[in-house]
């Protein structure tokens, strides 16, 4: 016998906090969210120490609640791993700043490559978004780093929308607590 079955069958195998149960579970079902992505490419991306590289990209509508990071940076001469900065900001001009330390990256010059995610905000993601590239010395070594091929950093973008089959489960529930209520009136 199935669940529902089970908490509907006969007055006197009725559990209404099994049924509650059951009602909630499916009108949170209907509670659904996508999740996209917003790729930054950084293949190429070259940064001087004396100036910032800044990169934008227009979201729609939702919110970024995390970002994702894949990428190999080249440092050269008197450049270190962690003077790598990228900072994130927001259409709300909201700062995300993720340095060296950050990424686990240490002294001398060399490839350096991270992949991970940090959370940040909730933001809202309708506007356009900034991604900063910058070296926190300037070492006179031009440029400081390159971003290697493959390089990128993701916006994940999450929307709330109402999917129709999740309309029908959202009716299921509010029609098992309609039927619970109406249940222990009888009794």
Do not use: Q
């Not at 490559?113 to 991604?131: K, R, Y």
């Amino acid at each position: 016998m199935n669940f529902l079955a089970h908490c509907f069958s006969a007055p006197k195998a009725f559990n209404p906090t099994l049924a509650r149960l059951a009602a909630t579970g499916l009108i949170a079902c209907s509670l659904a969210s996508t999740a996209t992505a917003a790729v930054v490419d950084l293949s190429g991306a070259a940064v001087d120490g004396g100036a910032p590289t800044d990169l934008g990209i227009a979201l729609g509508a939702g919110t970024v609640a995390s970002i994702d990071f894949d990428f190999s940076v080249e440092h050269f001469g008197f450049s270190w791993g962690r003077e790598t900065t990228i900072e994130i900001i927001a259409p709300s001009l909201a700062s995300y700043v993720f340095g060296g330390a950050f990424f686990g990256f240490g002294v001398g010059s060399g490839v350096f490559t991270f992949a991970g995610s940090a959370p940040i905000g909730p933001e809202s993601a309708l506007g356009n978004w900034t991604v900063r590239l910058t070296d926190s010395f300037n070492d006179s070594v031009n440029p400081d780093h390159v971003y290697e091929d493959g390089s990128f950093v993701r916006l994940v973008e999450t929307t709330s929308v109402p999917e129709p089959g999740t309309i029908g489960l959202a009716l299921g529930g509010l029609a098992g607590l309609a039927l619970l209520r109406r249940r222990r009136r009888s009794e």
